[in-house]
């Protein structure tokens, strides 16, 4: 996709929702509580919306990959057979990929310069270093009428590298290195799809990787990136990993099927607390 293709596209994409919200008379009554759909990955145009990065750019020795998974579109043995439990999702459409493997060593001579141990993927804010623009400004997401952020995801890979992922989201702000993060919490270990719900309240503002002491509420009027992150060096785990991926939204409480997926475990501690899986 060009660059002014690209400009269209998003362009096109603002036109099309703001004519919606005029159409439904948005703003002459209650802020819309309805499922926001955010990113699909079910496309190789969905896919190059994203950028990739890990400690390699730098000096380290991860890899990273992000690819359309089309081995998921295989359709159902029994397209009538209902899953056994909410825990039983079902895809059948290509969904993204990222995988590589975690490495925690560095090139000679940067020993206890950098820190390895870092992939991860997100939305684009730049085509060629430059805003993602639109006629009307640059394009963010607002998600201030929602409490979660869902995803549907699977996690592959060696098991001890499953609890190393972090969700990020960049909001508008003056700092551009300010991430809000929460870590990827998943309830299941036999690598099947599930949905995730994240509240927003319960992200945490870092920069440079590091907890800022003074935390403040997220800005979710305008979100600009939203991406996933392994961060093998925050708690020393090497080895292939992959995680699969359909979508991310913004929902409510009453979007969510499986009530047991708002529940929070006691022994899971908060998202900075939980120990890694060896």
Known sequence: ?????????????????????????EGA????????????????ED???????????????????????????????NPHEKPSSPLDITVNRPTGKFWGEMKLNVRPGLE???RAGYAGFRSKVCWHYQPRPTLFGEMTDDVSNH?????????????????SYFVNLQTDGPITTDLWQHRLFFRRDDGGWEDIFIPFKDFVLTNAGELVPHQIKMYRERVRTVGISLLGGNSGVE?????????????NAEDVTDASALEKVPTEGTQWERPPVL
């Open 112 to 114: 206890g310069r950098i």
């Open 29 to 44: 009554e209650e802020p819309s509580r309805a499922p926001k759909l955010l990113f699909t990955f079910n496309n190789h």
């Open 47 to 77: 896919i190059q919306q994203f950028a990739t990065g890990s400690d390699a750019d730098v000096g380290g020795f991860s890899t990273v990959h992000f690819e359309l998974d089309e081995t998921t579109a295989q359709a159902q043995t």
């Open 1 to 25: 996709m060009s660059r002014l293709s690209g400009y269209l596209h998003r362009t096109g994409k603002l036109i099309r929702d703001n004519a919606s919200r005029m159409l439904r008379m």
């Open 147 to 163: 409490e979660y952020l869902a995803l549907r995801v699977r996690a592959l890979g060696h098991p001890r590298t499953r609890n």
């Open 239 to 251: 080895g292939p990993y992959e995680l699969g991926i359909d979508h991310i939204s913004a929902v």
